[in-house]
């Protein structure tokens, strides 16, 4: 949106300069979210157990009226700011709080806490599968509305956003793990992520934002176990898991878009953004690296934030909210990198996808 205003003042001085031409903004385009609990802004408050909740205290503490929205974290999520950085005021709804289409217009929130790209990731939860289900459904019902010619551009210039593969690699860590095995595991993830992002290029999808899965060993809950290899250090496994992951969804991306027709993506690399923030935590603001804001047990990491949990009180010095959360501090420095920056992004920044 910024770069259009500018474009507009520029014509409009060159053109007329002593006209006046006042332009009426250009909506932003639609944005649709799809992931886990780093962007669930509500889904699994109408799930049953044993799909993870965050619709209670101290979870949304510095949200906007201290409210619990069901997001895992202290305030708001990457999702929010890339809606605000578009041009909006809020994140486009969870799909499953959804009860008459005129609350689509901004786009959907399909991304559901504890979801992975496999459907056998997080029990109870909307799978990657699902929602992209959902979404197709959607652009059904958006093509009915508005004719199909107009849904497919409207579409074409949406903003897909997805969040996804950390439950899958914890899962299959937790389950068996070895050299031989990692290799297979990451291929059939990635193999999965792009079909699911294939078939959301045939519903209509071409600009796709993903974001890789972070430093997930250095987080409190792993650093919290008692695992004699780790004494409340980072777990080395998980990080390369990550890290392979990472590697091969960039280069399937790269692919993708070699296949298909005015696809179009940015690669967020929020594994290398997540180690440069640590190793200059002072500088970002973060005094504390190793201990949770909220939650129970060593590190702060071994139990949920409940209302029960510890609570820190300088909450914007803490890098994680809960034993598997960022904080809102991290959320945003990381989405204004993202969305306007120039490293650890591929092949162009989100701003850049959105005008292109
Ligand atoms: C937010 O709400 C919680 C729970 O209702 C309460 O304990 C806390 O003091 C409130 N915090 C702020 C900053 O208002
Ligand atoms: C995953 O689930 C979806 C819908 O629930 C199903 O259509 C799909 O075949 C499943 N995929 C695999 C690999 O089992
Ligand atoms: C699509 O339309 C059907 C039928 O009107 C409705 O039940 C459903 O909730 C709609 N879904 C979305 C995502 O708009
Ligand atoms: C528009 O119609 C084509 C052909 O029937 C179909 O493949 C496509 O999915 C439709 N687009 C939407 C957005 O419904
Ligand atoms: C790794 O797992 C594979 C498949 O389960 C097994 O065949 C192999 O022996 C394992 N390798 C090691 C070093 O444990
Ligand atoms: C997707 O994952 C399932 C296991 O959940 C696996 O059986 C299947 O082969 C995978 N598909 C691809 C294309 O890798
Ligand atoms: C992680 O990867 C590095 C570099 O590839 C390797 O040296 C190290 O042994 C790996 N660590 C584990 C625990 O797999
Ligand atoms: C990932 O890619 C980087 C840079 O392309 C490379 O240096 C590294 O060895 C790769 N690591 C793994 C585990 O594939």
């Given amino acids: 949106m910024k770069s259009y205003f500018i474009e507009t003042i520029l014509l409009v001085i060159i053109v007329s300069p002593s006209v006046a031409i006042v332009t009426p903004p250009r909506p932003p385009p639609r944005l649709y979210v799809m992931g886990d609990s780093l962007v669930d802004v509500g889904n699994n408050n109408y799930l049953q157990d044993p799909a993870p909740k965050a ?3 101290f979870n949304g503490i510095d949200y906007p009226g201290n409210v619990s929205t069901g997001r895992f974290c202290n305030g708001y999520l990457g999702s929010d700011y890339i809606a605000m950085y578009m041009g909006y005021s809020q994140s486009p709804p969870p799909y499953l709080s959804i009860t008459d289409e005129s609350q689509t217009m901004k786009g959907i929130n ?8 496999l459907n056998s990731t997080g029990e109870g939860t909307l799978s990657l599968a699902t929602q992209v289900m959902y979404f197709q459904e959607a652009a059904r019902n958006l093509s009915r509305r508005v004719g199909n010619l107009s849904a497919e551009k409207s579409l074409s210039q949406s903003i897909f956003y997805i969040s996804t593969g950390s439950n899958d690699i914890f899962a299959y860590f937790f389950a068996s793990q070895n050299e031989t095995t990692n290799n297979q595991f990451i291929a059939t993830l990635v193999n999965n992520f792009t079909l699911h992002l294939t078939k959301l290029y045939n519903s209509g999808a ?5 974001l890789s899965t972070a430093k997930i060993g250095c987080i409190a809950f792993i650093r919290s176990l008692l695992f004699p290899s780790l004494c409340g250090d980072c777990s080395e496994e998980l990080n390369n898991l990550s890290i392979q992951f990472k590697n091969e969804t960039r280069a399937h991306l790269q692919r993708l878009r070699l296949r298909l027709p005015g696809f179009k993506y940015t690669f967020i690399d929020t594994y290398e953004m997540d180690s440069q923030l640590r190793s200059n935590a002072q500088q970002y ?3 504390e690296m190793t201990n949770a804001c909220c939650g129970t047990g060593r590190f702060n990491g071994e139990g949920p934030c409940t209302p029960n949990s510890n609570l820190c009180s300088n909450r914007r010095s803490y890098y994680s909210w809960d034993q598997y959360h960022s904080s809102e501090a991290v959320n945003k420095i990381v989405i204004k990198m993202a969305y306007f920056g120039s490293k650890n992004i591929s092949p162009m920044n989100v701003e850049q996808l959105v005008n292109a």
Avoid: D, E, W, Y
Wanted: proline share 5%; glycine share 16%.
């Fill in 285 to 287: 603001g973060f005094t």
């Fill in 55 to 57: 619709n209670f205290p």
């Fill in 206 to 210: 071409r600009k796709v934002v993903i």
């Fill in 110 to 117: 399909f991304a559901s806490a504890g979801s992975g790209i």
